[in-house]
T-cell receptor, first 112, second 113 residues
Framework: DVKVTQSSRYLVKRTGEKVFLECVQDMDHENMFWYRQDPGLGLRLIYFSYDVKMKEKGDIPEGYSVSREKKERFSLILESASTNQTSMYLC???????????FGPGTRLLVL | DQQVKQNSPSLSVQEGRISILNCDYTNSMFDYFLWYKKYPAEGPTFLISISSIKDKNEDGRFTVFLNKSAKHLSLHIVPSQPGDSAVYFCAASDGPGTYKYIFGTGTRLKVLA
């Protein structure tokens, strides 16, 4: 079974803090994704990566950056957290040529 | 503008009956569609997919129908069970060269015992 893990289930941070969200997958997948889920808005793509050290902006990249130094790990960074970044963050991965994405359990982030 | 729409935010169905969840899209280039189920405080779980070369795909109690001319897909769950109560998302992709998906806003299904 594909396993995608996220470092924290719940996080509380203060405005202006730098926040790191970590995602690890154990299936040697080439593609990794970061989404945020908000009520009434569904899942929106923040960033994705097709390969190590490679990244591409999704639909809502503003205020975020990412890092992929190893194939299995994809990090989402909030450089200076703001209250409008309070959300559920979901990481996903997929294999090369595969059309199905597999999701981690999510991190619920609250920015005060 | 929302390219993938799930116009019903919620749906209630009696246990044992059919649940029909709908999804509309605007981009005729979308060629692959996924349905996910999501429980509270968990990540989405893949349910079933369909390629645009098909009009139906079935997996156990779950069937997805695709009507390309209407740009409409639906997920049928028969028979519905209380454990099916969750939020369901449809997602669409516009080609094998991209792995990006556009997600709908979700429909909350409640199956009443």
């Amino acid at each position: 079974d594909v396993k995608v893990t996220q470092s924290s289930r719940y996080l509380v941070k203060r405005t202006g803090e730098k926040v790191f969200l970590e995602c690890v997958q154990d299936m040697d997948h080439e593609n990794m994704f970061w989404y945020r889920q908000d009520p009434g808005l569904g899942l929106r793509l923040i960033y994705f990566s097709y390969d190590v050290k490679m990244k591409e902006k999704g639909d809502i990249p503003e205020g975020y950056s990412v890092s992929r130094e190893k194939k299995e790990r994809f990090s989402l960074i909030l450089e200076s957290a703001s209250t409008n970044q309070t959300s559920m963050y979901l990481c996903a991965s997929s294999g090369q040529g595969a059309r199905t994405q597999y999701f981690g359990p999510g991190t619920r982030l609250l920015v005060l | 503008d929302q390219q993938v729409k799930q116009n019903s935010p919620s749906l209630s169905v009696q246990e044992g009956r059919i649940s029909i969840l709908n999804c509309d899209y605007t981009n005729s280039m979308f060629d692959y569609f996924l349905w996910y189920k999501k429980y509270p405080a968990e990540g989405p779980t893949f349910l079933i997919s369909i390629s645009s070369i098909k009009d139906k795909n079935e997996d156990g109690r779950f069937t997805v129908f695709l009507n390309k001319s209407a740009k409409h897909l639906s997920l049928h769950i028969v028979p519905s069970q209380p454990g099916d109560s969750a939020v369901y998302f449809c997602a669409a992709s516009d080609g094998p060269g991209t792995y990006k998906y556009i997600f709908g806003t979700g429909t909350r299904l409640k199956v009443l015992a």
